[in-house]
Structures are given as structure tokens and as C-alpha cells.
Nanobody
Framework: VQLQASGGGLVQAGGSLRLSCVAT????????MGWYRQAPGAQREWVAS???????DYLGSVKGRFTVSRDNAKNTVNLQMNNLTPEDTAVYYC??????????????WGQGTQVTVSS
């Protein structure tokens, strides 16, 4: 199974970006999906997650600005990021808990996509 993330880039403060991540390979079911980020010199932190049924949760600092969504038919997860600030600058990683055969689940990570917000 591979996760391919896209959509990062350079944007001015106050701007928006939309990240997407698609899972390919042997997939029986996609469980929870979400996004993490890692700023330079910092540890990777959780940003947002969404369950298969659509329940979402967010890091406090992004709540109200970021929206996570998913398309179960296409095995994709998205992150709409609005009103970006320089503090959002980081490499963003998608994550998915994937059941490849019934009863066998694994965490999978995308390759990361750079988001840079200039002031």
C-alpha cells in the first residue's frame, strides 16, 4: 500500500492550500485517516483526523481554519487549509490506518509535502 500526498506549496499569510492524499494497492478497508506535520527542529505533530464514518477532530491551533475530508470510494483524504499563518509552515504527512485483509490493520504514511507560509 502506498500513500501519495500532493498539494503543498508556498503561500502568503492569510492564503489557502488544499492537500490531497490517495492510497493505492491492496486495500480491504480504509479506517481512520488524517494529517500530521513536522516543522524544522520540531517533532511531528498530529493535525487532524477523520474516521470512516466522517467524525473529525483537530489540533486546537488549526480548528476553524482547517477542514479534513475523505472520499471512501476513492481512498483519498484531503486537508483544506485556510487563513494560513507562518506557524503552519511544515512538512505535512498523510496517515491512514488500512485493513489489507480482514483483521489485519497497519498504519501507513505518505511521503510528505512541504507547506511554506510567508509573512
Amino acid at each position: 500500500v502506498q500513500l501519495q500526498a500532493s498539494g503543498g506549496g508556498l503561500v502568503q499569510a492569510g492564503g489557502s492550500l488544499r492537500l490531497s492524499c490517495v492510497a493505492t494497492g491492496k486495500i480491504f478497508a480504509m479506517k481512520s485517516m488524517g494529517w500530521y506535520r513536522q516543522a524544522p527542529g520540531a517533532q511531528r505533530e498530529w493535525v487532524a483526523s477523520i474516521t470512516r464514518s466522517g467524525t473529525t477532530d483537530y489540533l486546537g491551533s488549526v480548528k476553524g481554519r482547517f477542514t479534513v475530508s475523505r472520499d471512501n470510494a476513492k481512498n483519498t483524504v484531503n486537508l483544506q487549509m485556510n487563513n494560513l499563518t507562518p506557524e503552519d509552515t511544515a512538512v505535512y504527512y498523510c496517515n491512514a490506518r488500512i485493513e489489507i485483509i480482514p483483521g489485519h490493520e497497519y498504519d501507513n504514511w505518505g511521503q510528505g509535502t512541504q507547506v511554506t507560509v510567508s509573512s
